[in-house]
């Protein structure tokens, strides 16, 4: 068990650093400090050789080609003020109406233009023999638009059990929209193929409806029945050719409240690999990545593009702010905002 940190490159003078977190059960998690962003998670394969199975880069530069960020895909970045889109890019809050970078046609995405995927985040110093990174960050009142200063901590830690566990929390001296997670995509064939070829399930009967520009309103969908009800394992690549289309959908965990435990699991059958998801958010943004470019790959040629990696996106309700019934939705002056998701790796 151990953490190790090492130049990753150089932002408008400022030193990036990558950092490993590594397990006895050769399990390797590396993350940036720019973005908090995970660029890499291998695990044993055959012959006990470490494969990949996130998106990713392996040099600092690769965050920054024209293909990425026209793309804009997010991989791996720690998501923030607020996650997924605000309609119209504004809110009411107190009597105020606040207006957001319109990053999203005229919706606002992830935070905004410079969200918390782009900040240089601080590293507090790492503990000896432990695989467990800890980093804190301050945004600023008005900064993309949102009230209030934000003291956001971040904590990753990966233990033998192979668990991925990462910690959120955060106060503000004023009212805010908060939300967070983490944008991994993952592919448990270490990218031999799609994950149409993975099962999915997922705890939920409902999901949220979004409306034409994409933003969630304040009705749901049961999904029972229906080629998106997840409850029982169902091969990714059938749901999507029944639905016509690759998976965007916001699953609502019901009366689960906010604590921790499972609720959803993906598997890939010819790898043997699985992931298991626990979280103790209200809901999770399951996507398979229909809009990834085709055009991305690591530098050591690993390709990307459609539906060739998955994200489980657990936060607060999309367009939150605006939604009376969304819970927890705004972090009110001097409460703690606390949050935590777990991957946990199995094969």
């Not at 055959?46 to 494969?51: I, L, S």
């Not at 026209?70 to 890019?89: E, L």
């Not at 233990?159 to 592919?187: G, V």
Request: contains cysteine.
């Amino acid at each position: 068990m151990k953490t190790i940190g090492t130049h990753f490159g150089t932002l408008e003078g400022d030193t990036v650093r990558l950092y490993t977190l590594e397990n006895n059960n050769g399990i390797r998690v590396k993350i940036s400090d720019f973005g908090a962003t995970i660029t890499s998670i291998t695990v044993l394969g055959k012959g006990r050789k470490p494969e990949e199975i996130v998106c990713g880069f392996n040099t600092f530069e690769g965050y920054f080609s024209k293909e990425y960020r026209d793309n804009a895909p997010y991989f791996g970045g720690t998501i923030g003020r607020y996650c997924s889109q605000i309609k119209d890019s504004k809110f009411n809050l107190n009597g105020l109406e606040y207006q957001l970078a319109q990053n999203c046609g005229t919706n606002n995405l992830h935070g905004g233009t410079v969200g918390f995927d782009k900040k240089i985040w601080e590293v507090k110093p790492l503990e000896q023999n432990k695989s467990k990174l800890e980093m804190k960050l301050r945004s600023s009142h008005l900064e993309e638009g949102f009230p209030g200063n934000v003291y956001i901590n971040v904590t990753f830690s990966l233990d033998d059990e192979n668990r991925l566990r990462i910690d959120y929390k955060a106060l503000s001296d004023q009212d805010t929209p908060f939300s967070m997670t983490n944008h991994t995509y993952f592919n448990l064939s270490g990218f031999a193929e799609t994950v149409e070829g993975h099962t999915v399930r997922i705890d939920s009967d409902r999901k949220q409806i979004w409306d034409s520009s994409g933003a969630g309103i304040s009705e749901y969908s049961l999904v029972t029945g229906s080629p998106e009800d997840l409850r029982s394992p169902r091969l990714i690549g059938d749901v999507h050719e029944a639905m016509g289309d690759g998976f965007e959908h916001y699953y609502i965990f019901g009366e689960k409240g906010f604590d921790l435990e499972k609720v959803a699991e993906i598997k890939d059958p010819k790898s043997g690999r699985s992931l298991e998801i626990s979280t103790t958010e209200p809901g999770m943004l399951f996507y398979t990545g229909k809009y990834t470019s085709n055009e991305l790959m690591r530098e050591s040629g690993q390709h990307y593009g459609k539906y060739r990696g998955f994200c489980c996106e657990t936060h607060r309700y999309p367009n939150g702010p605006n939604l009376p019934d969304s819970p927890k939705s705004i972090l009110k002056k001097g409460e703690s905002f606390e949050s935590t998701t777990i991957f946990k790796f199995g094969w």
